[in-house]
Structure formats: structure tokens, C-alpha cells
């Protein structure tokens, strides 16, 4: 509305100054100055682009980083000064060419690597690296949560940093670790290292058999001496079964196996128990694969409805007329043919999905798996592992059995990656966060340090590593993605401060300017915007000129005797 009213107001404005110069007889002068002056208020609200501008520029670093506008319209290349700048920070440019032969560079190649989230006993390692040879004798130390010396390493004058500092944390959840340099002058810097200490997994599995064999006495053995929390059943009559625990697992009574409460992980059943569960049984049973992981050691006895129960979970399984012996086993090596072959039980697998996980070279396949979001379900289809472990191929045997739990137990633990785009999150930049999570549901950031307070993100392009959301968080220290406010977190990092590890803070800088200098191409042709409005103050001077020229020619008039 306003780009409307101000030159609307400057013609009816001129129009009546030309119709009282008209009803005066003033002369034709007197009409064009009226004419400048109304142009000149004009030009004043809306100065013309009439100034070619430079098609390069030097620009500081400090100015471009700076949140007033520059503009760019008609610039080409832009020589940059000072300090390099970090990827976001030249983003957001119209696209013009960089030049950085004037760009300070960092000194040296700082690099850093730790790991963010480690398990509960593992160590923590941090890797210092730095190609430019010290100046100085410098001391690095790497101090816990309390600020006591963990590791430490003293490095002499003309030496690279090439450093590995150790530490085990003792503590789950977020532990900031620092870093502490010494300078053989006197000068100390301290910077956070954040790890995110996780407890370690520990699953809980239950094997429940219809009766003894060489083949289950080999897996418990193989479950205990491997350290695995187990509980083993064996059936010896309808009525009657033997129970043990492995490694300290109390005791789970039989009621609660196949519920939703049941405290394992791993189920696994040997397929000739099928007749002898219930009819609750049986329902759990198709229920908890949903839930939970089952695995079934398939016999060569298995009974027409089991198989029935197999096509109903949309894994049939068809049973062939002769077994055979599996000589082409993956795990075999080609150069000891004296590894005992495994027996195929003749098992037939249909309808295999794309996803599945069919162990063994041959047809048909050793183990047919399935690990999905609705469904957790394994068939072992051979027998003859045991002779591995009488034979001295133990760690084949412990390969093999490994491989099969690993699958069936790969969804413990695991959600939607959240991926994040800044190797070193800074305050007051840019933090763009990307999950499959955000595409139904709406992250929100929480502060630590305001915990009331929610940050919320912008929806940003989607990606292959799903929905993308900027977030530009104010405060240091360690931050909490959510997808709803009273939920769990998805993701829990750490964001620096601005003074924290500024060699590594300046050499990520030059390496991100170089890469945006190496992708601007800049404008396919930019000669149609080379013109730039002239500054204000041009136009008021020559108002004021024209002002006081009318105002001089009006005195005239009145002081011009009377004939």
C-alpha cells in the first residue's frame, strides 16, 4: 500500500503546484523546477539503480559473518579477508565466486576423533593430530568428570601431534570429559570432551527342548562359557522338566514365558514341544514374535501343525523327501576339508522374503530368518553342529551360532538414526538434524541448562537420511532431541561454546570455506543485475538545491518593485 501512496502523494502534490504556477503566468522555468523538486521527493522514497557496481569485491570475513545485509547485486567474485568462515555462515551468499588468496590460513591440520557414545566398560579414546611441527614443549592431558589426570603426554619442540589419550569411564550416562593443554610458557586451555556412557546390553535368552541331544548339550555349553544369561528347559515327560540357569539368571517359573512380562530377550523352542502346548500357549506364541525374538530349532519330526503354524506367520516351510549332507557351508574353509559337514534336515524354504536372512551357499538354506518392525522369527534347519566342537573347530562352531543370534537379536537396542550435520556444534549457529522420525512427528530441542524451555527447529529439505530440521541453539552444553515433551530422548549431544577448541574451531573453517569456494560457480550471467540504487543522501541534497532555489526565485518575485 505504501509503494503506492508515496508516489500517488508526489504527483497530486505536483499537479497542484502546476496549476497554481499556472493561475501566477509563471514562467516555463518556474514549471520544470516544480517538476525537479517532486522527482527529487520521489527519488528520495525509492532511489534509482543508475550506479554500475563492482563486479569484485574484497570483503573482511568479520563483515560478511555480520548480520547486516550487504548487497551483492552485479558482484561476481568475492575476495575474502580475515579469518575463514564455517559453511553455513556462506550458505546463505548469492551465488558469486569466492576467492581466498587473502584468507589467513589455519596453522597446521588440527584433527580430533573420540568416540560420542561408548558402552559402560569400554575405553574412551581420543586422537589428537596436528601436521604442523610445535613450536614449544606442550604437555596434553586428559582430565575425567572430578578433573582428575586420566592419561596424559608430553611433547617436544619440532614434533606433529600425533596423539591417543585413554580413559575407562566408570559411569552411565552424559560425562563431560576436558582436555587440558600446557604450553612450556606458562599458557593453559582447557576444552570439554563429551562422551554419552551407555549401559551394556546384556540379552536374556531362554531355551526350552523336547528332550536330550548331543546338539542342545553342545549350544548350552557353547551359552555358558560364552557368558550369556540364559535359562535352560528340557523336557523330559509332559509333566516333568529340567531347569537350570546359566550365569546367574534367577529363575523364571513357566506361567510366565510367552507373555509380554517375560524377561527374555531370545526364545528359543525346539519344534517337537509343539503338540504339548496349550492352547494358550500356542496363541502367546503367535503373539510374541511381535514383541519379542523366537527362534525354532526345527526337527526332522516335526508334526503337520507345526508346519501349519509356520505358514500361518507367512514363513511356510516344506519338507523335502531326502536329507542331505551341506558340504558348501560358508563358514567352512575351503582349506581343511576335514571340518565335519553339517546335515540339512531337507526343509524346502518358500516365499522368502527380499529382506530375509537364508544362511548357507547351497539349497536349501542352513537358517531361514526373519527380522523386521512386526516380526522377529527364526527356523534352524540343521543338525550336526556338535560334531565342531568334538572335532577342535570351535570357533566355526561359535561363528556359526553367533551369526544366528546376532540376526535374530540385531532390534535390541536399535531405533531410527538421528544423524547430525556439524562435526563441532557451535551456540548461535546452525544445526540441522536429520531422521525417517521427523517425517510424522516434530522434533523439539531441550537446553540442559533451561530445561522449561523447548528450542524449536525449521523444516528443511528432505534427504536420504529422512526429514531435516535447522535448529540454532543459544546456550553450551548438552542438549535433548525429542519427539514429544514428556517422551524419551531420541538423542542426546553436546553443543560448544564459542571459545572452545579454537585450532580445531579454525581448521574446520578452512577446510569448510575451501569446499564452498570449490562449489560456487557462481551466476550463469549477472549482467542484468550491475546496477545498484544510488545512497540517499544524493537525492536529499538535490531537493534541498532545488528547495532553496524555488525559495530564492519566490523572493525575487516579491521583491521586485511594482511598475
Not at 7 to 23: E, F, K
Not at 183 to 202: C, F, K, N, W, Y
Request: net charge neutral.
Amino acid at each position: 500500500m505504501i509503494d503506492f501512496l508515496i508516489p500517488g502523494l508526489c504527483l497530486l502534490a505536483c499537479l497542484a503546484s502546476l496549476v497554481l504556477l499556472h493561475r501566477r503566468g509563471a514562467k516555463p522555468f518556474d514549471y520544470g523546477l516544480q517538476l525537479a523538486i517532486w522527482l527529487s521527493a520521489w527519488m528520495l522514497w525509492q532511489p534509482p539503480a543508475i550506479i554500475p557496481t563492482e563486479r569484485n569485491i574484497s570483503i573482511d570475513s568479520k563483515q560478511l559473518a555480520s548480520s547486516h545485509p550487504i548487497n551483492l547485486n552485479g558482484v561476481e567474485y568475492i575476495s575474502l579477508n580475515g579469518e575463514p568462515l564455517g559453511r553455513d555462515k556462506l550458505r546463505d551468499l548469492a551465488p558469486v565466486r569466492l576467492e581466498l588468496s587473502k584468507i589467513l590460513e589455519s596453522d597446521g591440520r588440527w584433527e580430533l576423533d573420540w568416540q560420542r557414545q561408548i558402552t559402560l566398560g569400554d575405553s574412551l579414546k581420543l586422537k589428537v593430530h596436528n601436521s604442523q611441527p610445535l613450536t614449544e614443549n606442550v604437555k596434553i592431558s586428559l582430565l575425567n568428570p572430578y578433573g582428575h589426570i586420566e592419561d596424559s603426554l608430553e611433547l617436544k619442540v619440532g614434533e606433529t601431534i600425533q596423539a591417543q589419550l585413554t580413559a575407562t569411564p566408570k559411569l552411565v550416562g552424559s560425562q563431560l570429559y576436558r582436555v587440558r593443554t600446557e604450553s612450556e610458557a606458562g599458557e593453559t586451555h582447557t576444552d570439554p570432551l563429551p562422551i554419552l556412557v551407555r549401559e551394556p546390553l546384556q540379552p536374556k535368552l531362554l531355551l526350552w527342548l523336547a528332550r536330550p541331544s548331543f546338539e542342545t548339550a553342545a549350544l548350552s555349553r557353547w551359552l555358558r562359557q560364552s557368558g550369556v544369561t540364559a535359562q535352560v528347559m528340557t523336557q523330559l515327560a509332559p509333566e516333568i522338566s529340567r531347569k537350570e540357569t546359566l550365569n546367574g539368571l534367577p529363575l523364571t517359573e513357566s506361567a510366565d514365558l510367552f507373555t509380554n512380562e517375560s524377561p527374555f530377550d531370545l526364545v528359543i523352542l525346539d519344534s517337537s514341544l509343539w503338540p504339548q502346548f496349550s492352547a494358550l500357549q500356542k496363541r502367546q506364541l503367535n503373539e510374541l514374535a511381535t514383541t519379542k525374538s523366537l527362534l525354532w530349532l526345527v526337527s526332522d519330526d516335526s508334526s503337520e501343525e507345526f508346519l501349519q503354524y509356520a505358514a500361518a506367520q507367512s514363513m511356510p516351510l516344506q519338507k523335502e523327501e531326502a536329507t542331505h549332507l551341506h558340504s558348501s557351508f560358508g563358514y567352512q574353509k575351503a582349506d581343511n576339508p576335514e571340518i565335519p559337514p553339517l546335515r540339512n534336515l531337507g526343509f524346502k524354504v518358500t516365499q522368502p522374503g527380499s529382506y530375509d536372512f537364508l544362511l548357507g551357499n547351497g539349497e536349501p538354506p542352513l537358517f531361514w530368518g526373519r527380522s523386521t518392525e512386526t516380526q522377529h522369527l527364526g527356523f534352524i534347519l540343521f543338525s550336526g553342529s556338535h560334531r565342531w566342537l568334538t572335532s577342535g573347530f570351535t570357533t566355526e562352531f561359535a561363528s556359526l551360532w553367533k551369526s544366528i543370534i546376532d540376526y535374530q537379536l540385531k532390534h535390541l537396542g536399535s531405533q531410527q538414526p538421528v544423524i547430525l550435520s556439524n562435526e563441532l556444534p557451535r551456540t548461535q549457529e546452525r544445526i540441522t538434524l536429520c531422521s525417517p522420525l521427523f517425517s510424522d512427528q516434530r522434533p523439539i530441542l531441550l537446553s540442559s541448562q533451561t530445561e522449561s524451555q523447548s528450542i524449536g527447529g525449521i523444516a528443511v529439505n528432505t534427504n536420504t537420511q529422512g526429514q531435516c530440521y535447522s535448529f540454532w541453539p543459544q546456550s553450551s552444553g548438552w542438549h535433548q532431541l525429542k519427539t514429544d515433551m514428556d517422551g524419551e530422548p531420541v538423542l542426546n549431544f553436546y553443543i560448544f561454546a564459542k571459545q572452545d577448541w579454537p585450532q580445531w574451531q579454525r581448521s574446520l573453517n578452512t577446510r569448510e570455506t575451501r569446499q564452498m569456494a570449490a562449489a560456487r560457480l557462481g551466476p550463469v550471467d549477472n549482467r542484468h543485475s550491475g546496477k545498484m540504487p544510488i545512497e540517499r543522501q544524493w537525492p536529499a541534497l538535490i531537493l534541498l538545491l532545488l528547495v532553496c532555489t524555488s525559495w530564492w526565485r519566490e523572493r525575487r518575485i516579491l521583491n521586485r518593485p511594482l511598475s
